[in-house]
């Protein structure tokens, strides 16, 4: 077997899954990203005409295609979005009217897939800092903002993760003929999410991760106390 080949002159690798973000979105900080996402979480369910709403889905398009995302992976990401909003379409469609459905869908879309190239153009350790950030005054409520921060960003993390793990067991599933079997689906899926989230912990007790006292409340001390004088 050969040597490996030596990467071109100015060439960049595509993000891989679990890898660093790459591409332009990458480059912009966490806050302004998650504070596009809000703003534009209101304005898109505040416009109801139909041709603002497709120049923004192709805004939301350009934005996930921009986070550089392997075509292929993306593509699965979205299959199962793409399938549940045509159902909704659909369903809406049939009973208050085309243009209504059309709008609702667009809106879904374009959303969802602004949340995907914000998630997939943030690092873990960006989100967790935000999220520290933004919490930080609910420590005068007792709360422990670093602790919260990190529950926020594993669960927005997690989610593509249990996605990923999804289709790989139901491919996997498949290949043994097991099509019309959810239980040989799920059984797997809980089975390696748990081992996941076992991982997870034993990662973050291995770093000795814990939780700053409360407001008001003395740490605990972790000296031994001295030996009183003999005699």
């Known amino acids: ?10 060439h960049r690798a595509a993000r891989t899954h679990g890898g660093v973000p790459a591409g332009v979105l990458a480059r912009i900080p966490a806050g302004p ?21 497709s120049a923004v889905f192709v805004l939301a398009v350009t934005a996930a295609v921009l986070t550089r995302t392997p075509l292929p992976r993306l593509a699965r990401l979205l299959a199962g979005l793409v399938l549940i909003v045509g159902i909704v379409v659909l369903t809406l ?21 602004f949340a995907y190239a914000v998630s997939l ?8 800092a935000l999220f520290e950030r933004v919490l930080r005054p609910t420590r005068h409520l007792g709360l422990n903002p670093a602790q919260t921060s ?11 993760e249990i996605r990923a793990k999804y289709l790989e ?7 043994r003929g097991l099509h019309n079997s959810p239980v040989a689906v799920l059984v797997p899926l809980i089975v390696r999410t748990l081992e996941s989230a076992q991982e997870i912990s034993d990662a973050l007790d291995a770093r000795c991760f814990d939780s700053a006292p409360a407001p ?7 000296t031994t106390a001295p030996a009183p004088p003999p005699g």
């Open 33 to 53: 990203k998650f504070g596009f996402l809000f703003l534009a979480s209101l304005g898109i369910y505040a416009v109801a005409d139909l041709l603002v709403l």
């Open 121 to 128: 153009s943030t690092s873990f350790s960006e989100m967790l």
């Open 150 to 160: 990190l529950a926020l960003s594993m669960t927005i993390r997690f989610i593509p």
């Open 93 to 113: 469609g049939l009973t208050t009217g085309w243009v209504a459905a059309a709008v609702s869908g667009l809106r879904l879309l374009s959303l969802c897939l």
């Open 1 to 10: 077997m050969g040597a490996p080949r030596p990467p071109r002159p100015g």
């Open 216 to 222: 008001g409340r003395a740490p605990r001390s972790t």
């Open 169 to 175: 067991v139901r491919e996997a599933q498949f290949a």
